[in-house]
C-alpha cells in the first residue's frame, strides 16, 4: 500500500525533530549547527608524580573503540610502560551511554563512579583514557592530548622513544593543531553536524588536512634517505596523534561519518605511512577493528538506528595488502 504524501511528510518532519533531540544528548552543536565536543575534567597537564615509574602506582584506564584512548595506548606501548602502568580496558556500556569495569576497580563498577569518587563535576562526562593513582584513587589526568605529553615524559627503558624531541617542538605542534581539529575532532564533526552547512565545512577542512600531510609525506619520500614519519626520521607525537583516525577510516568513519569522499587509497603517501605505523612492534595489539565496528554501529542510535552492523574490510586489507597502483 503507497502511503498519503500528509504521512510521509509528517513522519519525516517528526522524525527529524527527534534526531535533533537524541543528537543534542549524543553531541552538542553550536547555533550553526557545528558540533561542539563536551568539556572534559581532569585537564590540566600535571608535573610528572614523585612516584611515576615505580611498579603497581599507576593504571591507565582505556576503551578500545575510543581514538582518543587508542593515541594513549600507544604512546603506553611504544615507550614500552608495562613496568610501571598497568593497562586496565573498560568496557561500553551503549544502554547506559558511560563505561564499565569488567570487574569492580577500587570499588567503583563504572567510569563514572571513579571520575565522582575523584571529585569531577557532576555534569561532566567520565571519559578515556584516563591515569589513575592506583593506591588513592585519584586521576592524575584525563585528557588525551596532554595525557600523551605526560606518558612522553613517564621514566621509560632507555631504548625507549622519544616521541617529542625538543629539536622537532615547532614542527610537532604544527601537526598536532592540525589533525585535532580537523582531523581528530573533524570526523566527528562531519558525523554529528546538524545541517548541510556544517557538515560542508568540517569535510572539506578534514580532506584539506590530509592532502596536506599527503603532501608532506610525498615530498619527502623523493629525497635521498627517505623520511617515513610526518617530522623526518623521528616518529612523533603527531604520527601517533593522526594514527587512530586514519586506522578506523574505511572501517567506521567512511561509512557511519559520510567522509568517503576520498578512500585512503587515493592518498598513496598516507596509506604507506599507515602500513609503516601498524608494522611498528606493538601496535597491532591496541588495533580492535571488530570492537570498534560493533561499538559505533551498535551503540550511535541517532546516526545508524537499525544497530545492524555493516561488513567491512578485513583489517589486515589496509595495513598489509600492497597499494595498486
Known amino acids: 500500500m503507497t502511503l498519503p504524501a500528509a504521512v ?64 594513549a595506548w600507544l604512546v603506553w606501548q611504544l615507550r614500552r610502560l608495562q613496568a610501571s602502568i598497568e593497562l586496565l580496558v573498560v568496557e561500553p556500556d551503549p544502554r547506559a551511554g558511560r563505561w564499565r569495569f569488567s570487574t569492580p576497580f577500587l570499588g567503583c563498577h563504572t567510569l ?40 612522553n615524559r613517564w621514566p ?22 592540525l589533525f585535532q581539529n580537523a582531523v581528530n575532532d573533524g570526523v566527528y564533526r562531519c558525523g554529528f ?37 610526518l617530522c623526518g626520521t623521528a616518529l612523533t607525537l603527531a604520527d601517533v596523534q593522526l594514527f587512530p583516525t586514519l586506522i578506523r577510516l574505511e572501517l567506521v568513519y567512511a561509512p557511519l561519518f559520510g567522509v568517503s569522499r576520498r578512500p585512503l587509497w587515493q592518498l598513496p603517501a598516507l596509506w604507506r605511512w599507515r602500513q609503516r605505523f601498524f608494522a611498528l612492534p606493538g601496535v597491532a595489539e591496541t588495533c580492535c577493528d571488530q570492537a570498534w565496528r ?8 541517532p546516526l545508524h538506528p537499525s544497530g545492524i552492523v555493516p561488513a567491512g574490510p578485513e583489517l589486515a586489507t589496509l595495513v598489509q595488502a600492497p597499494l595498486l597502483p
Open 193 to 229: 553536524a546538524r545541517n548541510q552547512a556544517a557538515y560542508d565545512r568540517a569535510e572539506t577542512a578534514l580532506f584539506n588536512a590530509l592532502e596536506q600531510a599527503e603532501r608532506s609525506l610525498a615530498a619527502a619520500e623523493t629525497e635521498p634517505g627517505a623520511a617515513p614519519w
Open 156 to 177: 621509560a627503558p632507555a631504548q625507549a622513544p622519544d616521541l617529542a624531541p625538543e629539536g622537532l617542538a615547532s614542527a610537532v605542534g604544527q601537526w598536532r593543531d
Open 8 to 71: 510521509v511528510t509528517a513522519a519525516r518532519a517528526g522524525w527529524h525533530w527527534q534526531w535533533q533531540q537524541l543528537m543534542g544528548g549524543l553531541g552538542p552543536a553550536d547555533a550553526e549547527g557545528n558540533y561542539r565536543r563536551p568539556a572534559a575534567a581532569f585537564t590540566d597537564l600535571p608535573p610528572l608524580p614523585s612516584n611515576a615509574g615505580e611498579p603497581g602506582r599507576h593504571v591507565l584506564i582505556v576503551g578500545r573503540s575510543c581514538p582518543w584512548a587508542h593515541r
Open 294 to 301: 560493533r561499538d559505533y554501529f551498535g551503540a550511535l542510535f
Open 112 to 151: 563514572q563512579e571513579l571520575y565522582r569518587r575523584a571529585g569531577a563535576d557532576p555534569a561532566q562526562r567520565a571519559t578515556v583514557p584516563v591515569l589513575v593513582e592506583q593506591g588513592s584513587g585519584a586521576v592524575v589526568l584525563g585528557e588525551s592530548a596532554r595525557l600523551i605529553e605526560l606518558l
